[in-house]
Structure formats: structure tokens, C-alpha cells
């Protein structure tokens, strides 16, 4: 039984002796490496767009103006700018890390063209820093309006 299923299986054959249509037209070697080509150009095509799906984040902008500023002090507008400059630092270290990774990959895309799906152009790191500094000049503004010195009483002469 066992010797027969072998020789039905090389000669693409059912076990009643008669072609099926599959394996009529997978048993030509020319139409197998077609199909077999447009199967692996649908996987790369796939895999590639999945790729550029996960190649760069979506920014997230701060607003310029936001609900809580009415009621902030002094001490929380100024906690608000340090923080801030710190994190425009750490987007520009993104942006930098970004920049090398889209050379590297746009390099390296002309020997593997796939690469260049993982290229970033969604440029979220400057995106966020833009909203950044206008933040800080509205901050500054406000600063300066509730950061004043007391000014000192006029004497009566």
C-alpha cells in the first residue's frame, strides 16, 4: 500500500488513476514556478507594507494653550518650561537617531529596495518639537505676567 501511494504521488496522480485539475496544472514544472513566483512576490509585497506600517510613530503635538494654565502659579509655569526643555532635548536626540536610521536604510534599500519600507518619513520628532516652542513662547508670556518682582509702595512724603 504504501509503495503504491509513493508512485501515485510521483506521478501526481488520485488514487483512482486520474489527474486532478491541481495537480494537472501544479505538475508542469514551468506553471509551478510561476505560481510559486507570484506567491512569493504577494509575501514580500505584504511583508513590506507591514514594515512601512511600524517605520516611524505618530507625533504627538502639545497644545499651546491648555486648560489648567488659567489657574497655574509661578512656581508651575517655570516647572513647565524646565520640563519642556528638557524634552525638546530628547526629541532632538530622536530626530538625530531618526536621521541616521532613514541614510542607513536608504543606503542599504539599493542593494535590498524592501528597506526602504522602513524608512521613516513621518517626522514626529520635529513635528513635536514645533509644538514645543510655540508652548514655551505662550509659557514665557505668562511667565512673565505672573512672575513679576512685587513692586515696592510708593512713600508719602
Known sequence: MAATNKCLAQNNKSPDGVRTNQ????????????????????????????????????????????????????????????ANNIKVRELAGEEGGKVAQNVVAGVAGVFIPVLWFGMDFKGAASKEVVALQARQQYLT???SERCRAPQPAQQRR
Not at 52 to 81: H, K, L
Open 23 to 82: 495537480q494537472a496544472l501544479l505538475g508542469t514544472p514551468f506553471v509551478r514556478a510561476v505560481f510559486f513566483s507570484q506567491m512569493t512576490r504577494l509575501a514580500i509585497v505584504v511583508l513590506a507594507l507591514a514594515c512601512a506600517a511600524c517605520a516611524g510613530r505618530d507625533p504627538q503635538p502639545v497644545a499651546t494653550v491648555q486648560a489648567t494654565d488659567a489657574n497655574a502659579s509661578c512656581a508651575m509655569v517655570t516647572a513647565e518650561i524646565e
Open 141 to 143: 508670556t505668562l511667565a
